[in-house]
């Protein structure tokens, strides 16, 4: 049963338009949500977060969106470039409710395209 | 020296081997991951170090055996793995547990 659910495998968008990508959870008991990036052979790289008393966070061309009634949440990248290319995982924790020893519970992830 | 390396970076191993896979956080944080990525599956949790004392998880085979000596090093050990234990193998740390965690590079094990 997987608790963090990222529906797209991936997605294409053209250079310089927005790219949004989406990511649902099931636990409400999650209180931090991280998007990561991750490009071939390497490690997951940290983009940004939000907790759950916060529905926007925002930093450079990165915006991540949080509806907790809905539970979900997106990442808008604004405006993409070609080096935005990368698999973006979206990650949830129960951070503030002291089970962070649980670690991050991961989507499958989202294989973002920007075309030129 | 960047924040989290994992060494080595490929490893080819048989079923019979003991090996071990090394990881170092250079960020003085206190909570340190292993985390397992097999194809088409997300990253699956195996074991949780917080000051050095392991978070328990019983669903990890005992084939898998976590070490961290200290706040800045953990291994995993590795005896007599199937072939369906390949996979891309990350570390992670955080400054506390539940933290931002850092991601080191991971080790590619193909277990012949």
């Known amino acids: 049963d997987q608790q963090v659910k990222q529906n797209s495998p991936s997605l294409s968008v053209q250079e310089g338009r927005i790219s949004i990508l989406n990511c649902d959870y099931t636990n409400s008991m999650f209180d931090y949500f991280l998007w990561y990036k991750k490009y071939p052979a390497e490690g997951p790289t940290f983009l940004i977060s939000i907790s759950s008393i916060k529905d926007k966070n925002e930093d450079g061309r990165f915006t991540v969106f949080l509806n907790k009634s809905a539970k979900h949440l997106s990442l808008h990248i604004v405006p993409s470039q070609p080096g935005d290319s990368a698999v973006y995982f979206c990650?949830?924790?129960?951070?503030?409710?002291?089970?962070?020893?649980?670690?991050?519970?991961f989507g499958k992830g989202t294989h973002l395209i920007i075309q030129p | 020296e960047t924040g989290v390396t994992q060494t080595p970076r490929h490893l080819v191993m048989g079923m019979t081997n003991k090996k071990s896979l090394k990881c170092e956080q250079h960020l003085g944080h206190n909570a340190m991951y292993w985390y397992k990525q097999s194809a088409k599956k997300p990253l699956e949790l195996m074991f949780v170090y917080s000051l050095e004392e392991r978070v328990e998880n019983n669903s990890v085979p005992s084939r898998f055996s976590p070490e961290c000596p200290n706040s800045s090093h953990l291994f995993l050990h590795l005896h007599t793995l199937q072939p369906e234990d390949s996979a891309l193998y990350l570390c992670?740390?955080?400054?506390?547990?539940?933290?931002?965690?850092?991601f080191g590079p991971g080790t590619r094990l193909t277990v012949l």
């Open positions: 990650a949830a924790s129960l951070m503030y409710s002291g089970g962070g020893a649980d670690g991050l519970t």
């Open positions: 992670a740390s955080s400054s506390n547990a539940g933290d931002t965690q850092y």
